[in-house]
């Protein structure tokens, strides 16, 4: 088998001999893909063409890399449409691939999103809710096995996982737009199946305001080669007991569909932002 460097090396070699790498990258989650076709002048690379990127399976997800100018500016960003997760049975290299990839092409910062289920008793669908911190419950870690110092050094910090400075940022962006924007802490499950109510009871009392079934592992591997994180999250739904209704993926892309604008706004006022401060 190749090792990890290795592929994301070929891929990062691969996207520079076609693009320059853009300074921020953008995970589009479950629903949220829009950004990707806002995009001005954008060169579309299906993930099937560029070394080692695994095909997503989860409907709502794409697997498209788009690389364009954010509506109505200059910044240039990268938009990763869709991405693996654990669940649909991809080995944790390769649901971390795409991230190590954005580092080695020259990236700085990686906005990561995802639609999750709301636990703190104040979220309803459809807010939106910056990434404070996170808990790791999907039982796997990306760095586990013996460490490549060439993609990161073996005992990463995690205090500052989600960027303090990218955090102060988009809580500016939010005020300015008139948005309200939620925060806490998303936990990280393996799923496929939602969780239990007691599941969600328990995550409640351990501090999480927000669960789903991806980030985690991609934010580790995001510190681990350097990058500068943020994580934002649709609130698609209240999380399990919480509701008389049940759960259903369904309901995850129609209120990810129902944010759109308002996360569209947000995400591409952050990205214009970054590009603009100075370097770290
Ligand atoms: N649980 C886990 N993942 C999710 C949820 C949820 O309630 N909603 C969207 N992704």
Partial sequence: MQH???????AADWLRARIPAPSAAAVLGSGLGALADQLEDAVQIPYGEIPHFPAPKVSGHAGVLSVGRLPGRKTVVAALSGRVHLYEGHPIEEVVHAVRTMALWGVRDLVITNAAGGIDGAFAPGD??????????????????????RLGQRFPDMSHAYSPTLRRIVQACARDLGQTLRSGVYAGVMGPSYETPAEIRMLGHVGAAAVGMSTVNEVIAARHAGLQVCGISCITNLAAGLSATELHHDEVKTTAELARERFL????????????????
């Fill in 265 to 280: 706004a947000l995400v591409c006022e952050a990205l214009e932002r970054f590009a603009e401060r100075p370097e770290r």
């Fill in 128 to 149: 939106l809710m910056l990434i404070t911190d996170h808990l790791n419950l999907t039982g796997k870690n990306p760095l586990w096995g013996v460490n490549d110092d």
């Fill in 4 to 10: 990890a460097y290795d592929m994301a090396h070929a």
